[in-house]
Each structure stands twice: as C-alpha cells, then as structure tokens.
C-alpha cells in the first residue's frame, strides 16, 4: 500500500509537472490564432490592378458625394421649403466633402492602396473644385447622377498618379 502512495503521489505530481508545458503550448497556440486572426482581416483574392480600384472607389465616391448633395438639398427643403439652403449650405457642403473623404480613404486603406488619404483628400478636392468651377450652373439636373461619379473616378487616377510623382520627389 505504501508504494501505490508513492505511485498515486507521482501520478499527482506528473500532470502538475505537465501543466507549465501544456500552459506554453496552449500560450504559443493562442498566439498562432491571434496572428492568423489578424491576417484574416486582409483579403486573399487575385490582386486587381490599381487603376480599376481606383476606378472603383472613385465611382463610390462621387455616387455618395451625389447622394449625400440630395439628401441635404431635400432636407433643406423641408425645413425652409426651398432646395436653397441658404447659409446652412457651406456647413453641409464640407460635411459631405469630410464624409466622403474619410469613406474613401478607408476604402482605399483597405484594399492596400498606397497614399490612400491622400488620394482620397485630392480626388474628392479635384472634383469639387472642378464641379464649383465648370458645372456648378446645371448642379440640379439629372445628368449629374452620372457626370461627377465619372468626375471622381477620373480625379482619384489624377490624384493617385500625383500621389507617386510626390513620393519619387520625396525619395
């Protein structure tokens, strides 16, 4: 009976011996889901060319610039009862302007573009300017449903070749 003591001892002993190293493997093992969690937020698929994606969001971009215009232009006009909205227009202009810079640059950021603030900044800039400039007169007609989206997909391929013509000046 005694040497079944000793042996009932070191049975207990043994898992508790264990325990350290099954606690660093489940330790190393947690740290291996971790890493491939975090490497599940990247997308695996066949790389796209970089001018589509851009393309692509610019295309977002100006169809959320459009969107965001006419959901303040009927917003304004149900508080005043005019499409004109007066002073609170600047405010709301730069809202949509903030809005749709900050959804590009996250779009682009997580497609792994380059300079994805800053194309976003220049090409929502671009085509802001451009349509303040040029086409601000004909703003309330249907044609702009399609012109400033195709706007903004051409200004963010401006805007992403400036973005590259500044990182080489840089370097």
């Known amino acids: 009976m005694g040497d079944e003591r000793v042996n009932a001892a070191d049975a207990d002993e043994e898992p508790t011996r264990r325990m350290p190293e099954d606690l660093e493997e489940m ?13 599940e937020g990247r997308y695996d698929a066949p790389p796209l060319p970089p001018p589509l994606i851009l393309a692509v969001v610019g295309l977002l971009a100006g169809f959320v610039t459009v969107g965001l215009v006419w959901l303040s232009e009927r917003g304004c006009d149900q508080v005043r009862g005019s499409p004109n909205c007066g002073p609170a227009g600047f405010p709301l202009l730069v809202l949509t302007v903030i809005v ?72």
């Open 27 to 39: 330790l190393e093992q947690a740290d291996e889901e971790a890493a491939e969690a975090a490497e």
């Open 100 to 171: 749709t810079v900050v959804l590009a640059a996250f779009t682009l950021t997580r497609l792994a573009m380059p300079h994805p603030k800053l194309v976003a900044f220049l090409g929502v800039g671009f085509m802001l300017l451009i349509v303040l400039a040029f086409l601000s007169d004909d703003l309330l007609s249907s044609w702009t449903l399609l012109v400033v989206p195709a706007l903004t997909a051409i200004t963010f391929l401006i805007a992403h070749l400036i973005a590259g013509w500044l990182e080489r000046a840089d370097a």
